[in-house]
């Protein structure tokens, strides 16, 4: 799948063509850190966020990875657990998408991702802690058919009252922070599919996450790696074998 194969909506980068089991490998650990990633992956999607949100396009260069094609040697040399995202610094390579979030925070120049004040750090820790809960809701429902379960209802609802707690800004901690990065790949494709496949709008009637979804768009870090909608769905579709 070529750069010009992928749909982006506002790239603004000159972002390279995934690399597939035909291409050689970069030269590893030569003092470029890498942040190695597929372009329609969520959890890869929060680092690349992150490295966005801290201006970092010219210290972290993205390399795409085919996940259907993908090179044996990113298994073999860069990543054993031959999965994205990954990040390649200081001679060492690092995964999971929600420490990679923090690793960026804490290890590079630009803006902060956690505020100081406690309650939110404490309440960053709980919503990081309910991310992957959220996100087995939605896609347990995706694949049942019928309308949406109570489940995920719950766990919208749940979201809903969380970005209501603070009321200094539209998002999870008032301001943009790490748990919006966490959050905004999986809610954005929540939004897409359930509408495409449910028929049902997460946002109808929660006014807070209408206007997360409002203000969340016009943060470029995060614009500049959506796809569109439509290139989603029809990828959603076909791994659920949805007509």
């Not at 980068?13 to 969520?42: I, K, N, Q």
């Not at 004040?117 to 309440?123: G, V």
Request: net charge negative.
């Amino acid at each position: 799948m070529a750069t010009a194969l992928v749909p982006f909506i506002s790239a603004k980068e000159d972002l390279p063509s995934p690399l597939t089991s035909a291409s050689e490998l970069p030269p590893l650990f030569d003092g470029t850190t890498r942040l190695y990633v597929a372009y329609h992956c969520p959890y890869a999607q929060r680092a690349w966020i992150a490295r966005n949100y801290k201006g970092l396009q010219d210290t972290i260069k993205v390399v795409a990875i085919d996940l259907a094609d993908r090179p044996s040697w990113y298994k073999e040399k860069v990543y054993p657990e031959n999965k994205v995202p990954a990040l390649e610094h200081n001679n060492q390579v690092k995964g999971e998408s929600l420490d990679l979030v923090k690793y960026i925070d804490s290890n590079f120049e630009g803006p902060t991702l956690l505020p100081d004040d406690s309650a939110k750090q404490q309440f960053a820790e709980e919503l990081l802690a309910f991310s992957d809960g959220f996100n087995s809701a939605f896609f347990s429902c995706l694949r049942s058919k019928g309308d949406v379960s109570d489940e995920a209802a719950a766990a919208v609802d749940k979201i809903e009252a969380a970005l209501g707690k603070f009321s200094d800004g539209p998002f999870f901690l008032g301001q943009f922070s790490l748990v919006d990065i966490a959050y905004v790949p999986f809610i954005e494709r929540f939004q897409i599919f359930y509408q495409g496949i449910k028929n049902d709008d997460i946002a109808k009637g929660r006014p807070n996450l209408h206007k997360f979804f409002e203000e969340v768009n016009k943060i470029d870090a995060y614009t500049q790696t959506k796809l569109d909608p439509q290139f989603l769905l029809a990828q959603m579709k076909e791994k659920f074998g949805i007509a």
